[in-house]
DNA sequence: AACTGTTGGGAATGATCATTCCATAAAATT
DNA sequence: AATTTTATGGAATGATCATTCCCAACAGTT
């Protein structure tokens, strides 16, 4: 074992705390009281392990991209088609909608929408994510082009583009307390307009 | 005249001014002091005329909502057809594209967004806020339904929500610099899920 | 001239914030 | 026992924030 003492906690635990508090209260609303409260660690251990509060929401907004992306690329490529993957995807979100995950919104476009126009460097990395999402929906749009359940005629860039807002449209009506019926004809809406 | 010495600013331009400047920087992020720099009154006036920064930006929410029904329904009821009214509105969000205004995207949305889940007052008025818009947009789609460019199946709510937040979708698009031909395309997908 | 209401800004209050420094304690190694 | 690394928390720093109090200047009235 190496020379010292050994770490004392998971930074994954600490980093899905970390996350969790941001995707609660937002980047600019998160305090540091309430970041050492969540990751139980002290105010030195995190300035040691995360540098600071911006690097830290950097580090958790990556994280979160990346299981998203991950657990969106697992349930595409698992997918009988790419039309019954974004059914299925809409629907869940729909059904979905009095749950505690639904009414937190996703990180991405909360922070997104919080940081706006800012030049920070969470409010670039925000927007990345945001065009990492819309590139992964380009693809399963393309997929659906071939497969032929959407028209090739479409931009598939645009309609992932559409794509991406009216998930995140979805997530707004459901935090506006939305009903699940409302939510499932408003995902029918989406799915005509995606055709 | 009246007793005393007479206002000497026009309270109408200094709401304006701070309207515009939560508009611009949100309701958090918005200091005190840029307030007083944009309305050009002192530090005085502002609690003396308007109470304090909450109360102030409660009247400014209410004052943009208002300006924008009544903009929404002038254009509305002089329209050849509801349906004729839907694409213009949705068309014309996506020739500003560039504009400065389409950067900043609707002071109403952005509030919910960024408030989000608060109990706060003004938390709960931006959500009002968008009820209202989601209501004035019922009007027009019932108004559609029997002039018969929409399915009478749909529910009129539903797609009224799905109206709404394409709007609020479209607007965070163009904040994240989507092009125009892209943004005419995505009208295109809203205006045929609509259907 | 006296009165009344408006305006402006200085100063203080009390709160919160992120961050840094520092001294100390704990747990492992050699 | 000495060393190395990690952990903790008190204290201070410097900044910003909304809000209140207060006093002086101002511009009209009667």
């Known amino acids: 074992m190496a020379m010292g003492r050994p770490l004392q906690h998971q930074p994954d635990v600490a980093l899905t705390a970390a996350m969790q508090t941001f995707w609660r209260l937002g980047y600019h609303h998160t305090s540091l009281r309430d970041l050492l409260a969540a990751m139980e660690i002290s105010r030195s251990s995190l300035y040691q392990l995360y540098g600071n509060k911006e690097a830290l929401f950097l580090t958790a907004l990556e994280r ?3 299981q998203l992306l991950n657990t969106l690329r697992a349930s595409f490529y698992q997918a009988a088609s790419a039309w019954a993957f974004i059914e299925n995807l809409l629907t869940q979100a729909a059904l979905n909608a009095q749950s505690e995950q639904a009414q937190l919104g996703c990180l991405i476009f909360n922070s997104a929408t919080e940081l706006g126009g800012e030049a920070s460097l969470p409010a ?3 927007r ?3 065009d990492d999402i819309s590139g992964f929906f380009t693809q399963v749009i393309v997929r659906a082009q071939h497969e032929g359940s959407i028209s090739a005629d479409n931009d598939a860039a645009s309609a992932a583009q559409f794509l991406t807002f009216s998930m995140s449209g979805l997530r707004l009506l ?10 499932q004809q408003t995902v029918k809406h989406v799915l005509q307009g995606l055709r």
Do not use: F
């Open 174 to 183: 459901l935090k506006s307390g939305a009903t699940k019926p409302q939510a």
């Open 124 to 126: 670039q990395s925000a």
């Open 64 to 66: 979160y991209r990346d």
């Open 128 to 130: 990345q994510c945001v």
